[in-house]
């Protein structure tokens, strides 16, 4: 997992390495769909395979018995699913926040990872919403989530955040597919017309909706891409400010936290770009030819955001911390006691040692510049993502304001095989992505050469000697 | 040579002007009113002035850490308003005299040994704690703006660019230093005025209303003075766009978070929360609560919206005026119906306003004049300047 890394490291690295010209972005980003996929891709597939088939056999088995096969009981209602839920949607979010915001920031280092990222968003949703739809119960009649005029005239209770969320997801889902889909219509255009076998003629160029590449479509294109990102950024905040609502607007010590919104988002953000590097770096692995369009630079930009995003929510947990002691109110102080020094007092230690203590280690360059150290971190910030959620939603439930109320909590093997199964799933989604899709947006990459490099990309694809940072880039173009 | 300094220096005089005509009405109103009306007051003029001092050390620590293109021809004035804090500190003495203390802090008097609520927090509700954390706020905020200011006149003297890293090293470490303080600090001199009151979201809401407000007063400065040298020439629409799409983004965010606390705990509706609303929300307060939401979101979201507007100076300005006012007014819903059933503004509110202002702004001037206008070995400045 060690890589020596060359200098110039961090941000000081080039966008794209290596000697290239359009033709051969198109050739090495295009080519991973068009040829056959390397020898590993096939057990890796497989591997995630199984692991759905486990996913599978766990629905199958809650839906012949009912959700008594979880460890949710009373005191605590909200366990797994809800934590799997929010943990999900959370990873998400970069992928929304790069494809989006970072396009309006006029960020560069955006362009060969959003693609990536907003394919991660959309799976992640996919296992994100699986998880309230089946906790329903009778996830058969989950359509009366939505506002449907029936005969009964039963409407969804409107002033409940769960009915929000089920907007914000659903709403969520379909910019995030939208947004997806769009950017990548030019690309299927360009491997329709470079594909060999009939079959893929047929699919890339049924999907790239008979995409000529004219000035008209370029301009109609553009518009429609920018109106995308315009909705989607208000998302990035909505999404998980609706969810953190589920909790916040109840009066439970521990969820009735007005910084909870902000917090939330930025735990997303946190994790979602924890989840970006977990998958990135494995890839360029598989996909060696990636290494050029994934460089350093891109790395030690995820870090960053990584590291600001982190510090907003370990200021969420102080500010916990001391307004339930600032309060003098006898439950918010308990709540915060329990966590310290009660039955789960592990998970809020580890939590806090993993998203808190060990992510720190991104101030110093040398960590950052480390993919082996950068990996070492993504991996505990995944898991302490996901413990913060155990330690809100499931902590806070398990004692009520009276002992008599007290109870203990943990998963069962249909809780943990579900959660497993997810991540199973999710990584085999990402290997069918990476297998029939372009990983990388081909042409928003030769736009980004063009832009790096005035179209002086030189005599045989030679970089020239001056590599322009992306600061230099975009002082030029505004000027 | 830097023909803006003529007009900064007038501006100064102005501003001592109002400074002393202010603290002036306002010391005479403190024997012909009531001492505690005019403390009371004063606290109100000498917070929304803080603002802009702790805007200015936020905007500096967020400019070194990013090295947004953005901030080079505004950071000397960010630079120059976090120097300010010293002076804020010297302001503050009235206050935490134990007159000012008892005319604002309930839980400072003798009856707050009876409540039950205000006894639990004594540990941090004390007068000794809120005088040490005092001196701990402002020696750490001086520090950090202080070596700023330094190392940002070394690199305008000597041209070193080592000077550039050094900052970026002192001022990401910076913001978090300044997060913690600000929110505790905001706690101390506001939250503690409704003692039985918290909420987490409280130091965020300020922290942004802080960067938001100074955000606002720089740019309406540097369009007033966009003709004269050094600016001119150098305020092209690039800026005046970005400067536009920060101050509509801190207007989302600052209505972002003020709306999710109110929405958590107006949902939540338990008593010691509550309270901070209604009071907001009895008699005429209603109306300056509307005012806020309708002139403080819903009127500066709808005109930065607009390109028009983020190209013009002029219209820029004009919208400005209508940010900084209602930020004026928020400081003034935050604090007042404290002590106050009505909402209309005693004359001292005014008097207090324009007189911490005006010493505020002539020291903020006076730090201004010290240096060059802009950073002199700045690359991407000269770049735009020559027109590359």
């Known amino acids: 997992m060690q890589e020596t890394i060359k200098p110039p490291m961090g941000t000081d690295a080039p966008l794209i390495e290596g000697k290239q010209n359009y033709e051969t972005i198109t050739e090495k980003i295009g080519g991973i769909v068009l040829k056959s996929p390397p020898k590993i891709w096939y057990p890796l597939f497989a591997l995630g395979f199984a692991g759905t088939m486990v996913m599978v056999f766990t629905i199958c088995w809650l839906l012949l018995r009912g959700i008594g096969i979880w460890g949710v009981n009373q005191p605590v209602g909200w366990g797994f699913d809800i934590i799997n839920f929010v943990w999900w949607i959370g990873i998400g979010h970069a992928g929304t926040l790069i494809s989006a915001i970072l396009l309006l920031l006029r960020q560069q280092w955006r362009t060969s990872i959003n693609r990536f990222s907003e394919a991660m968003t959309i799976f992640a949703v996919m296992c994100a919403g699986m998880f309230p739809l089946l906790h329903t119960g009778r996830p058969w009649l989950d359509y009366w989530l939505f506002p449907l005029p029936n005969w009964l005239a039963m409407w969804p209770q409107f002033r409940s955040p769960l009915l929000w969320d089920v907007f914000a997801v659903s709403t969520y889902f379909t910019v995030s597919l939208l947004f997806w889909y769009t950017g990548l219509i030019p690309d299927f255009a360009s491997l329709r017309d470079r594909a060999k076998g009939k079959i893929a003629q047929l699919i890339c160029g049924t999907l790239s909706l008979g995409w000529r590449g004219s000035a008209k479509h370029w301009m109609r294109y553009e518009s429609a891409y920018l109106l995308l990102a315009g909705l989607s950024t208000p998302l990035v905040l909505s999404v998980h400010s609706v969810v953190s609502l589920d909790f916040a607007t109840s009066i439970v010590p521990g969820w009735h936290v007005t910084v909870f919104p902000p917090y939330f988002v930025a735990g997303a953000i946190y994790a979602g770009f924890a989840m970006v590097i977990t998958l990135a770096v494995p890839f360029r692995m598989i996909y060696p030819q990636l290494k050029d369009y994934i460089t350093n630079h891109h790395m030690d930009m995820m870090a960053k955001v990584m590291l600001a995003t982190g510090l907003i929510v370990f200021y969420g947990y102080m500010m916990e911390a001391f307004y339930s002691f600032y309060s003098a109110n006898q439950f918010e102080t308990y709540m915060i006691e329990n966590r310290f020094w009660g039955p789960y007092s592990g998970t809020y230690w580890a939590l806090m040692i993993c998203n808190g203590l060990i992510p720190q280690l991104l101030w110093f360059p040398r960590f950052r510049h480390n993919l082996f150290w950068l990996y070492g971190v993504s991996m505990v910030v995944n898991v302490g993502m996901w413990l913060e959620r155990f330690v809100i939603i499931s902590v806070s439930l398990h004692r009520e304001y009276k002992p008599s109320g007290w109870g203990f909590y943990a998963g069962t093997q249909w809780d943990w095989s579900m959660f497993i199964g997810t991540i199973f799933f999710f990584v085999m989604m990402m290997f069918l992505f990476a297998r029939f899709m372009p990983m990388i947006a081909i042409f928003e990459m030769r736009d980004l050469w063009h832009r790096l490099y005035h179209g002086k990309s030189g005599h045989n694809g030679h970089a020239p000697a001056h590599v322009p940072n992306s600061a230099e880039v975009t002082s030029k173009e505004d000027a | ?388």
């Not at chain 2, 802009?52 to 000397?76: D, E, M, N, S, Y």
């Not at chain 2, 409704?194 to 606002?216: E, K, L, N, R």
């Not at chain 2, 702004?361 to 027109?387: C, I, S, W, Y």
């Open chain 2, 1 to 388: 040579m830097e023909q803006a300094k003529a007009k900064i220096q007038q501006a100064r005089t102005m501003a001592i002007g109002a400074g002393v005509v202010g603290l002036g009405a306002l010391i005479a109103g403190s024997f012909m009113v009531s001492k505690e009306h005019a403390i009371q007051s004063y606290h109100y003029g000498l917070i929304f002035w803080l603002f802009l001092a702790l805007g200015g050390l936020g905007l500096t620590l967020l400019h070194h850490t990013v090295k947004g293109k953005w901030g080079l021809p505004l950071i000397r004035m960010f630079e120059s308003s976090a120097m300010t804090l010293p002076l804020v500190a010297l302001l503050f003495i009235p206050i935490l005299l134990p007159e000012g203390m008892h005319a604002l802090f309930e839980w400072t008097h003798e009856e707050a040994k009876s409540d039950r609520i205000l006894q639990g927090k004594a540990y941090w509700l004390n007068t000794t704690g809120f005088y040490v954390r005092f001196v701990i706020y402002f020696v750490i905020w001086t520090f950090w703006a202080y070596m700023l200011w330094k190392w940002s006149t070394e690199q305008d003297k000597t041209g070193n660019p080592a000077f550039a890293q050094k900052r970026v090293n002192f001022a990401a470490p910076g913001i978090v230093v300044f997060m913690l303080s600000a929110t505790l600090a905001m706690t101390d001199w506001l939250m503690s005025l409704q003692p039985h009151w918290f909420s987490t979201m409280y130091g965020v809401i300020m922290a942004v209303s802080q960067v938001y407000v100074m955000m606002g007063l720089a740019v309406w400065l540097i369009l007033g003075w966009r003709d004269q040298a050094p600016y001119k020439g150098l305020i092209n629409p690039s800026y005046t766009r970005d400067w536009g799409n920060l101050l509509f983004t801190f207007t989302v965010f600052w209505t972002y978070v003020s709306f999710s606390q109110m929405l958590i705990q107006y949902a939540g509706n338990l008593p010691e929360e509550i309270s901070y609303y209604v009071q907001r929300n009895k008699g005429s307060w209603n109306v300056v609560s509307t005012a806020i939401a309708v002139l403080g979101f819903f009127a500066p979201f709808l005109i930065l919206l607009s390109p028009r507007v983020k190209r013009l100076p002029n219209l820029l300005r004009s919208t400005i005026v209508l940010i900084f006012v209602m930020r004026a007014v928020h400081v003034y819903w935050e604090i007042k119906p404290v002590f106050s059933e009505s909402p209309t503004p005693h004359w001292m509110d005014f008097a207090a306003l324009v007189g911490v202002g005006g010493i505020w702004l002539a020291v903020f001037f006076t730090n201004l004049l010290k240096r060059p206008l802009l950073p002199q070995h700045e690359p991407r400045l000269q770049e735009v300047a020559h027109g590359h």
